[in-house]
């Protein structure tokens, strides 16, 4: 009698493949409904109105600052583009100005030749295809030289009032350390923070969650004595379990801040 042959392991898999891109992956956020309310509420009272700290002057500058700031802090990118902006404020003066003119100011910021090349390329794809207006929508910003999905995010939402949540290297962080959305990909905590932030905090939440990694729940070391949400968070970093007082600070003031890590 024929032996019978062991279940192919390439067949199994490939049955798991088929049940795992079928099925959404699930996760789950280390926090109930009430605590994300809870924190949010706390976010919203220390700081009721939350800006990014990219200066910008309407939503083209806005798009070649972010563009700009890849691997480069806020500040950095401010002190280039103060004067930059001043004198290209449009894509066609920014065209006018060319790779090299652009160079010249930009220069302090990693990568600065690819980010001039892409800063000519956007502007001249604007003016050919988009009537030199910056478009609305992800897909169209996502087409710019230079403008991944954070980057469109970023610009949705501050330029034109669109909730959304562009992962950054400080909500990453954030959102796996605290188990609040847990991800591997930006990508994919973008889709679980979108699932567990509430809706009527959506719209600051981005700014919230940036400014608090930035200044308080660092990435070397992150600071729980002075956390307003260390009695709530479930970070197995934490070092501190009494929450900081609830109060607004004061008015951001933006460009001066450094990425203090
Ligand atoms: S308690 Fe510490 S680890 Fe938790 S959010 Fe606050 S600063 Fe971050």
Known sequence: MATPKPKSSTSTLQKSNHASARKPKRFRSAYSKAELEEIFRRFSVQRPEPKGELEHVNPFTLVVAVALSAQATDAGVNKA???????????????????????????????????????????????????????????????????????????????????????????????????????????????????????????????????????????????????????LCRSPEKTCDVPAPLAELPPQVIGVAEAVE
């Open 81 to 231: 583009t103060r004067a930059l902006f001043k004198v290209a404020d449009t894509p066609e003066k920014m065209l006018a100005l060319g790779e090299e003119g652009i160079t010249q100011y930009i220069r302090t910021i990693g990568l600065y030749r690819n980010k001039a090349k892409n800063v000519i390329a956007l502007s001249r794809m604007l003016i050919d295809e988009f009537g030199s207006e910056v478009p609305k929508t992800r897909e169209e910003l996502m087409r710019l030289p230079g403008v991944g999905r954070k980057t469109a995010n970023v610009v949705m939402s501050m330029a034109f009032g669109i909730p959304t949540i562009a992962v950054d290297t400080h909500i990453f962080r954030l959102a796996n350390r605290l188990l609040l959305a847990p991800g591997k990909t930006p990508d994919e905590v973008e889709q679980h923070l979108l699932k567990v932030i509430p809706d009527h905090y959506l719209f600051r939440a981005h700014h919230w969650l940036i400014l608090h990694g930035r200044y308080t729940c660092k990435a070397r070391k992150p600071e729980c004595e002075r956390c307003i949400i260390a009695d």
